[in-house]
């Protein structure tokens, strides 16, 4: 299992939290010494920073939840995988990205889409199967995308978006804009051979396109330990001279630093940028997961140390002084938004049986 | 003895050139390895080495001769101690080519490899001939209006002009792929693009066909018409799965809010003596799957017309090529902007005993057939298929109504192929008008073999054609 990197010192606030749950700066770092990848410093959020940080992790977590829930149900088939315990990630690349960016991710999407600003409603939708969903019903949970918020799915097969990411930056690149591509993948996808592939291409035609790497530790039920020959995925680029660094993407504000940084690089024109984000999933590779491959004490002590959210919501209450009240008038809006969903979802017909044979060809 | 020195081959679909430069002069003594000449195709230049020592006797192909046919003499080569008396033996037999020795000492012929992994085998006499088809007159093609005037050129030239017309006319078109810049494309499809499109535009990728396959269908996702050229369709099985799952449905997975307008092409199947690897035909793959159009023309007029049609369409087009078709001439209308639908086959000769269905070079098959078949008195009619999928179905269903037979003839194995589809078709929507079965002929169920009669064996012939047709119209 890769060590999680010490990605900052700006913690005290968070590790001040008294009862509320220990941060991961509190907890022992495992960093490796001879790391050459150092993290970006979390640099602190204002209150309204990690209000919306708050907000939108909220929303995917709640929306997950939800969307298991229904899964057991019955109301979504097929496959479903589910987001919670990464949440830091994608919130926190969202907040430095900027008008005309991509974003396009693997199979374990829902979040990203959320972040984007894609409506929930269409998202659960999607995942019911209705008509009403981002691709008709025609896609599923692991492909749906949002042209107009620049989210380029939800790709079912292990390593296919890092290329197809590599082509979008390759389209800003052509086209001369100062746009950024957010190439999402996880350790699992880490050792599939387009990757590198895609690297190179990267570097060598200085194509802005940051690879955002989700550690989550387990390739399905494979533990990055007994998947790959070296566990420090941010030095994957070192043959190409991608820079990269290992980020604590159970932060969101380390994950806005590091992204930050990533951004500016790719938008001067230096070319690829790889960040590795230690993340964790709390819930299974899919929903059918046996979770034989990793004890629950060790899930229960993700969940309880190093949650993305209490982390946020342990900042705002003690830093920021927030009102409590506010936090829970977010989570009554936040639940409302993905009860609105989950009704839309279950409510909106089925796609007409003519839809069978629309957007073969356009 | 003298020695002769011939007219060596770059490539064994080689079969002529250009003496472009002489580099020994008569007189000058000549040690094996050395270069004495350069020579020119429109795919490559190369250098000729001696393989004998001695002194250049004399020359007789001078320097900038166009068009000088493979295996031609073109120097002989004075062993140490003979004179120059001895050269009037060997020039007169010289210039009476059917008398030359099969393998007088031939240079060794230093091909330019093509590409690494594109290893051309040794110089072979090639044996198949350029020749313009009379049948293949565009003006029967209802796209072309009446009095159009035509030039020829070849496929090759074709495409190249396909793609730089739709490059002028569209700043989101761009080519990429392994060799297509400064090596001017290793078949020589994108000569001269580099220098009129820059770097930005005509990209030379690395060796790298899973991904920058990827990367087009990404650029194509994103709006750009990417051109995405494998150096051959053999490589793209290194790619399929950004093709298929990719590329050919996320218009369907999107709902059709995403799409991909991408085409891909190259040669693909047989060229000649490259063995199994490099040898395969794919167009029953890729016609399988929705959301793909595959096309698969045999004229340069076709290959023009349709690859504009490919870069304008809004989806993913495979567009096959094929090597040995790249040197063969055709007229081409000559019109501002010659685009021809996709999906539309054509009689290319229009007969009432039987119908000849096929596509590509499995064309050459089919029409040498019919014409030999005309002679004993039975006058078949050719479709030229053009479009795999979708498959112009309707065009064959009315052929064969007239005809009631139908043969097949393509270049690909028999299993699930093109032709196993066209007989289906057939079965269902024509089957009380077929007076027979429907035959294919095929490549042969086997993987190509390297060696020069079982490649010609593991092909479909001319012969098997014509043994097909009579079959089907009882006349054997």
């Known amino acids: 299992m890769a060590a999680r990197a010490k990605s900052g010192t700006r913690r005290a606030s968070a590790a001040k939290s008294g009862s509320k749950p220990k941060s991961p700066a509190a907890a022992k770092s495992r960093a490796p010494a001879k790391k050459s990848s150092r993290g970006s410093p979390a640099t602190d959020f204002s209150q309204d920073q990690e209000l919306e940080a708050y907000r939108e992790m909220l929303l995917i977590r709640r929306f997950e939840e939800k969307a298991g829930q229904m899964y057991g149900m019955g109301l979504i088939g097929g496959f479903c995988h589910l987001y919670i315990g990464q949440e830091a990630v994608v919130v926190g690349m969202q907040m430095v990205a900027k008008d005309g960016d991509q974003v396009i991710t693997g199979y374990r999407d829902h979040g990203h889409m959320l972040a984007c600003g894609m409506d929930p409603k269409g998202v659960m939708a999607e995942l019911t199967g209705r008509r009403g969903g981002y691709s008709k019903g025609k896609g599923g949970s692991m492909h749906m995308f949002s042209v107009e918020k620049g989210f380029f799915g939800g790709h079912g097969i292990v390593g296919g978006q890092v290329s197809l990411g590599t082509g979008l930056a390759f389209a800003n690149k052509y086209r001369g804009n100062d746009n950024i591509s957010f190439t999402y993948f996880g350790d699992g996808a880490s050792n599939q051979g387009q990757v590198y592939e895609s690297f190179n291409m990267a570097k060598l035609w200085k194509l802005p396109v940051i690879y955002v790497i989700e550690n989550n530790k387990y390739g399905m039920g494979t533990s990055i330990s007994r998947s790959s020959a070296t566990t420090d995925l941010s030095h994957r680029g070192a043959s190409f001279d991608i820079p990269g660094e290992q980020v604590d993407g159970m932060d969101v504000r380390a994950v806005h630093a590091a992204g930050d940084k990533a951004a500016a690089w790719c938008r001067e024109g230096n070319g690829p940028y790889i960040l590795e984000m230690l993340t964790y999933r709390y819930r299974g590779h899919s929903m059918s997961d046996p979770a034989k491959y990793r004890s629950k004490e060790e899930v229960q002590k993700m969940r309880q140390e190093h949650d993305p959210i209490e982390q946020v919501k342990a900042r705002l209450l003690e830093a920021h002084a927030t009102d409590e009240d506010a936090l829970k008038d977010i989570d009554r809006k936040v639940r409302s938004i993905v009860n609105e969903a989950a009704e839309f979802a279950q409510t909106d017909p089925e796609p007409d049986p003519s839809e069978l044979w629309t957007d073969i060809l356009r | ?476």
Not at chain 2, 132 to 145: L, M, T, Y
Not at chain 2, 248 to 257: C, I, L, N, R, V
């Open chain 2, 1 to 476: 003895m003298p020695v002769q020195v011939l007219m060596p081959a770059l490539s064994p679909t080689m079969e002529e050139g250009t003496l472009s430069k002489w580099v020994k002069q008569e007189g000058d003594s000549i040690a094996s390895g050395d270069v004495i000449a350069e020579i020119e195709t429109d795919k490559a230049t190369m250098e000729v080495e001696a393989v004998d020592e001695g002194t250049l006797g004399k020359i007789l192909v001078p320097e900038g001769t166009e068009a000088v046919k493979v295996n031609t003499p073109i120097a002989v080569i004075l062993a140490d101690g003979e004179d120059v008396g001895a050269l009037d033996g060997a020039v007169a037999s010289a210039m009476a080519p059917e008398e030359v020795a099969p393998e007088p000492g031939v240079p060794a012929a230093k091909p330019e490899p093509e590409a690494e992994k594109k290893p051309e085998a040794s110089p072979a006499k090639s044996t198949e001939t350029k020749q313009i088809h009379p049948d293949e007159s565009p003006e029967a093609a209802p796209e072309v209006p009446e009095g159009t005037e035509t030039v020829e050129i070849t496929v090759r030239e074709a495409l190249r002009d396909a793609m730089a017309e739709e490059m002028r006319k569209d700043e989101s078109v761009f080519l990429m792929g392994e060799e297509v810049a400064e090596y001017q494309g290793a078949y020589k499809i994108s000569q001269g693009l580099l220098d009129e499109f820059g770097p930005r535009r005509v990209v030379d990728t690395p060796i790298t066909e899973h991904g920058f396959t990827g990367l087009g269908v990404g650029a194509a996702m994103a709006g750009l018409k990417p051109i995405v050229e494998f150096m051959t369709f053999n490589f793209a099985m290194q790619a399929m799965d950004q093709i298929i799952n990719s590329a050919a449905k996320t218009h369907y997975m999107s709902g059709g809010q995403v799409t991909c307008s991408i085409v891909f092409r190259g040669p693909n199947g047989a060229a000649s003596r490259v063995a199994a690897q490099h040898s395969q035909d794919y167009a029953s793959w890729y016609s399988h799957v929705p959301g793909l159009t595959v096309i698969q023309p045999h004229t340069a007029a076709d290959a023009k017309g349709l690859l504009k049609a490919a870069i304008r369409d809004p989806n993913p087009v495979i567009f096959l090529e094929n090597e040995i078709l790249y040197g063969h001439t055709f007229p081409v209308p000559m019109m501002d902007d010659f685009v021809l639908p996709i999906g539309k086959a054509k009689i290319a000769k229009p007969g009432k005993d039987a119908t000849i269905v096929s596509w590509g070079i499995g064309m050459t098959y089919a029409l040498k057939a019919a014409e030999e078949l005309k002679g004993e008195g039975i006058d078949a009619e050719v479709i030229d298929l053009r479009t795999i999928r979708p498959m112009d179905v309707d065009a064959i269903v009315k052929s064969v109504k007239k005809t009631g037979r139908c043969v097949t003839v393509e270049e690909a194995w028999p299993q699930s192929s093109v032709s196993s589809e066209i007989a289906a078709q057939l079965m269902e929507k024509a089957f009380d008008w077929l007076d027979a079965p429907v035959l294919r002929v095929t490549g042969k169920d086997v993987p190509m073999p390297y060696a020069a009669n079982l490649e010609k064996l593991a092909l479909p012939s001319v012969k098997e054609v014509i043994e097909a047709v009579k079959a089907v119209t009882y006349k054997d």
